[in-house]
């Protein structure tokens, strides 16, 4: 997290900001998690060099980065996120940070996963979700990691998910959070008239 400068996943006016531990908005009603979150989770998804990841929740691209400074050139980071806007956002981001040559960023709606790269040694979800979409634990390598924030709208418990080598799921359930409700076919439907 010290190599990767978090002031530049931030919009202009809030780069002030850029390290105090708080989330901050970066439009469209969504926000960068705060600098412990981003750390609690990439130690609870324990990354190794040369690990092929998937991200669902792009945002500023900040997460990624960190990922892509982990996973070396040897790895590599797709990430998925719904608004379009923000997927330039963090194109941009990652562009001027240099891990756009580790990082592809993907629209669309990450609870279906990515078919087209799996399957994965760790996904990432960082945004709350009502349950754990099944495309995702069904793109799990053997011996792979799932961490995703399950809860309510309000309240969510990170979610470590295992597949083990003869491809037995594992779930823990560890700190508890609060995050942007994940939309999509396996996420909050109909979300904008709840909250
Ligand atoms: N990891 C980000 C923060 C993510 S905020 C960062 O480092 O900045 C959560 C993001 O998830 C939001 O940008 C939201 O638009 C996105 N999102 C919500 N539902 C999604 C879905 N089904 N697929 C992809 N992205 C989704």
Redesign the pocket.
């Known amino acids: 997290m010290s190599k990767v400068p978090r002031e530049l996943?931030i919009p202009p006016n809030l780069r002030d900001y850029a390290y105090v531990d708080t989330p901050l908005p970066?439009g469209?009603g969504?926000?960068?998690?705060a600098p412990h979150m981003?750390a609690l989770m990439t130690e609870a998804l324990d990354p190794r060099e040369g690990d092929k990841v998937l991200?669902?929740?792009?945002?500023?691209?900040?997460?990624?980065a960190i990922l892509a400074e982990i996973v070396g050139d040897s790895g590599h980071v797709y990430?998925?996120?719904?608004?379009k806007e923000?997927v330039e956002f963090?194109r941009e981001n990652l562009r001027r940070a240099g891990y756009l040559n580790r990082v592809t960023v993907i629209h669309?709606?990450?609870?279906l996963g990515y078919e087209a790269e799996a399957p994965y040694d760790r996904i990432i979800v960082?945004?709350a979700a009502p349950e754990i979409p099944k495309p995702l634990i069904d793109q799990l390598k053997p011996g792979g990691r799932l961490v995703i924030p399950v809860g309510d709208l309000y309240i969510q418990y990170l979610t470590i998910v295992t597949k083990d080598l003869n491809n037995n799921i594992k779930v823990e359930r560890d700190t508890p959070c609060v995050?942007?409700?994940?939309?999509?076919?396996?996420?909050w439907r109909g979300v904008k008239d709840i909250i």
Not at 55 to 64: D, I, L
Not at 108 to 111: I, P, S
Not at 179 to 187: A, D, E, N, R, S
């Open positions: 996943f970066i469209y969504q926000t960068i998690s981003v991200e669902v929740g792009t945002g500023s691209g900040y997460q990624a990430t998925i996120e719904i608004v923000l963090a669309g709606d990450g609870t960082t945004a995050f942007v409700p994940l939309i999509g076919k396996y996420g």
